[in-house]
């Protein structure tokens, strides 16, 4: 019983030691990776480039450097308003004259970040009324849940409005819909333009698009091509209402859903892993860039304002763990283990592991140190066989842990 | 024999466990106080919406009264044990002494359950009264890891107590540290979702801590 406690106790110090000693060598060792900022200009048919570390740089892909005043005017769909202030405003662009009303409506910005994908979703949304006749939006008294049924529930008395619940859930059903909700995705803030409502996919993978109009529910099938699901849906708010969402399918494509004709369009974007890479899409007059941004790379996709590939930049580094403070903590440490991570608000123990063997040199020097200490202390090796197999596989961590709480059962 | 040794446990934790319980009760009351009058004042969507789309907690106060529970009770029990080294005492006696170490452990526990677990109840139950279920649910999932970090402070402070070698305090405060800091790491509601259980395995592996250092202490080592 003693020696289980021992063991337990030196599996504590591993985890301790596993979850601070790295965390300590990089908040000392660590140097920013910042990705480079890549748009694509109307004025060049070409990519800029700004880089922030060490110092601001503004370059085209042929590596010509740009003051800070020419990159503005190499992207006048972006400094609009600055080269407007400043009176460097082309008049027009292609031919097209530049309306800054026009060149407003079109702007839209758009972040995926796998952690609010992986992440406790809120399962409870205000329903807001889409007609109301007033400017502003008000807040409903109650939010909604679909599980077995679509359930509305006050909040000033935590109970269940049956009368509505049972209204929504018959047109639901009516509809097709099949209880429970797998996503559910609107802006439930009284912060936008108007209320579109949800875009709600079913158990069966069904996309339905929901709201409320005049106190009635309107709920509407969005007719999807064969095999066609999403595993990640948000909509958007832009001026131009062209379209309701941008939605991620399963086999990681993105589309958008169009306003009123509920048409799905497929963006030509490949490579995006929305486990680990951001996306972020920049709508203007012209382009939309889509920009996957991963650990160690970026890519820029441009498309046009009808969403047809017009040109791509990619652009790869090293990893924290590839450059030369990587590659020490590699030798040193033979895994870290972290309980937060970049991709997700979840909190786990997530170990990984080096990504080179040197650090089995030191575990070997460690091993070799403990012989050493037990036949200088007269034990027997095979008493000691247990620890010296966990300094061997845990390295550093294990021979913390088993030189804190050590074995002297055999003394 | 063994009802005296409860009769022992029992004289060192008594006033503890009641002013342990009453505080703890007390903390989880005010907590819902606050509520109350944000309710009066904001109106319950608004807390309910700050709840579930703004990250507020109305739990957060309650992050670091277990642990205070857990040390206050580890001290209690444990520290009047090592004055003069009256665990020996208990060591001579003819029982096990293992037995009579998990027996202390297990008087310990058992206050922390009481104390714990008449506040988590409160908790939930006032939680259910005020809030729909996916708020309660994330509320509890949030503050289960705090309570279990109550006991894991309690067992790593009956582990060092014990030792008899005061270098080793050190030592095991630094591993003790590093580890209960897993158990109060900032995380949005429901977030420790995929770690509680792990959590409550290494809570209850942890238990057994004590018999180290005490095979320590009764061997004597220096």
Known sequence: ?411 | MWKSILYKEWLKLRWIILISTALGIMAVGSLFLNVQHDFLFMGAMTYWYNTLFLGVQYFHLLKYVPLVIGIAIGVAQYFPETVNKRIKLSFHLPINENKILLLMMLCGTTTLLVSFGSMFLLFWGLSAHFFPQEIVYGAIVSVTPWFLSGFVIYFFISLIVMEPVWKYWILYGLIGYAFIGLYLEPSTTGGYEPVVLKFALLTVLLSLSSLFSAYRFRKGEM
């Open chain 1, 1 to 411: 019983m003693v020696r289980i406690s021992r063991y337990i106790l030196v599996l504590t110090a591993i985890i301790g030691s596993a979850v601070a000693l790295p965390n300590l060598y990089w908040t000392i060792m660590e140097k920013p990776v910042n990705s480079p900022y890549v748009m694509y200009s109307i004025i060049d048919k070409g990519y800029m480039i700004q880089r922030s570390t060490p110092a601001i740089v503004r370059q085209d892909t042929k590596g010509n450097s740009y003051t800070r005043e020419e990159y503005e005017k190499k992207l006048p769909m972006m400094f609009y308003m600055q080269l407007a202030s400043s009176g460097t405003m082309p008049d027009s662009i292609n031919g097209v004259e530049m309306d800054m009303h026009a060149l407003r409506k079109a702007r839209s910005t758009y972040r995926y970040q796998p952690k609010v994908r992986d992440s406790p979703q809120p399962g409870l949304y205000p329903l807001f009324e889409s007609e109301s006749g007033r400017v502003n939006l008000e807040m409903p008294n109650d939010f909604f849940r679909i599980q077995d049924w679509m359930v509305f529930i006050d909040a000033k008395s935590n109970s269940v409005d049956e009368a509505k619940s049972n209204l929504f859930t018959a047109v639901l059903t009516k509809r097709g819909f099949e209880f429970p909700a797998r996503i559910i995705a609107g802006l439930p803030t009284t912060r936008k333009s108007c209320d579109e409502g949800y875009l709600v996919s079913d158990a069966k993978e069904q996309l339905f698009h929901l709201k409320m109009v005049k106190g009635k529910p309107y709920v509407k099938k969005v007719a999807l091509p064969d095999n066609l699901s999403f595993k990640w849906i948000e909509c958007v708010d832009f001026s131009n209402k062209l379209y309701y969402a941008y939605l991620i399918s399963a086999a990681n494509e993105v589309y958008v859903l169009f306003q009123d004709t509920y048409e799905l369009l497929k963006l030509p974007v490949t490579g995006f892993n929305p486990d680990v890479d951001e996306l972020k899409i920049y709508g203007d007059f012209f382009n939309y860039n889509v920009i996957i941004d991963g650990e160690s790379y970026l890519k820029n996709i441009t498309l046009d304002n009808k969403f047809n590939k017009v040109d791509e930049y990619a652009e790869k580094w090293e990893t924290k763990y590839q450059r030369t403070e990587g590659k020490i903590f590699g030798a040193i440490f033979p895994f870290e283990l972290s309980l937060k991570s970049d991709n997700s608000r979840y909190i786990d123990f997530r170990i990984k592991y080096s990504e080179n063997f040197y650090w089995i040199l030191l575990s070997l020097l460690f091993v070799g140190a403990e012989i050493y200490w037990i036949k200088r202390m007269k034990n027997g090796i095979m008493d000691h066989l247990a620890d010296l197999l966990i300094i061997a596989v845990t390295g550093i961590f294990g021979f913390i842990a088993v030189n804190i709480f050590q074995n002297k059962f055999f003394k």
